[in-house]
């Protein structure tokens, strides 16, 4: 076997081993979103609102390893070029990685600009 058909070899390897990592990854995510929005959903209590934007968040970070996950999957067979779609992937990833904390500053900025106080344990504001 030549160095180029070994190379070759490897290059697959590594492609199918990043996107299962980060397959494994987004299905942590997924089910920590879909524990997050159950508890949101049960009966009536002070932290409903905070468990639902915990499992939106977790949504969020479970798409953008998908999204890593395929991006790499794709540049790593062209490598050391990137294509178009591998960079969308991967800067599509980036966004969401990056959403769940933007909203967080967001709520919380917004919450004290109108002169209540950020409540870390209920993930709200509280105009008292």
Avoid: H
């Amino acid at each position: 076997m030549n160095d180029a058909a070994r190379l070759s070899i490897y290059r697959q390897l590594i492609r199918w081993l990043v996107l299962a990592a980060f397959i494994i990854l987004a299905l942590f995510f997924i089910k920590s979103a879909v524990y997050s929005a159950w508890v949101s959903g049960r009966p009536p209590n002070p932290y409903s609102i905070g468990w639902f934007r915990q499992a939106m968040s977790q949504f969020c970070i479970a798409m953008a390893a998908l999204s890593f996950g395929v991006g790499l999957f794709k540049g790593i067979r062209t490598f050391p070029a990137a294509t178009k779609g591998s960079a969308a992937f991967i800067v599509l990833g980036a966004i969401l990685a990056m959403s769940p904390y933007v909203g967080r500053f967001l709520l919380v900025d917004n919450c004290l600009d109108r002169g209540g106080s950020w409540n870390r344990e209920t993930i709200q504001c509280s105009d008292e």
